[in-house]
């Protein structure tokens, strides 16, 4: 009688891919880190534009105080004091900058020889942050 040879039948598993489980976990932490940059990404070109915009109205501000200053103290409508005068508006872009003149007695002897000068720049944009710079011009 022909001898018969039971075999063991080993049952071997291929570890060399990954579960579907495995994945869904991967892509889910993938996921959130992506959504982590993209909204730091966002808040950063946010940043970037309000002070964009901020440098633009630290400028004009600045180029109007210079203007203001190369003027006649006593005949220059732009320095005049006066309320129905103030305050001074002028529209450059999307900026509107007001100034407004007060005459001043630095020395405290009763006579105005200075003036004050605020300038505020607004920006049209809602996250634009609003600049105001003062300048005292005494009369020479």
């Known amino acids: 009688m022909p001898e018969t040879q039971i075999t063991k039948r080993t049952c071997r598993f291929d570890n060399r ?50 203007t203001l200053m190369a003027l006649d103290y006593n005949t ?25 003149v007060t005459d001043s007695d630095i020395d405290g002897d009763g006579t105005n020889e200075s003036k004050t000068v605020v300038v505020t720049v607004r920006c049209a944009n809602a996250n634009a942050k609003d600049v105001d710079m003062q300048y005292i011009i005494h009369e020479l």
């Open 17 to 66: 891919g990954f579960t579907f489980v495995e994945l869904l976990i991967v892509i889910a932490i993938f996921s959130i880190g992506i959504l982590a940059v993209a909204s730091m990404q966002v808040t950063s070109i946010n940043a970037n534009a309000s002070a964009r915009m901020s440098g633009e109205a630290t400028a004009l501000a600045a180029n109007q105080i210079e």
């Open 76 to 100: 220059a409508v732009e320095l005049s004091s006066d309320p129905v005068d103030n305050p001074h508006v002028l529209n450059v872009g999307a900026y509107k900058v007001n100034w407004i």
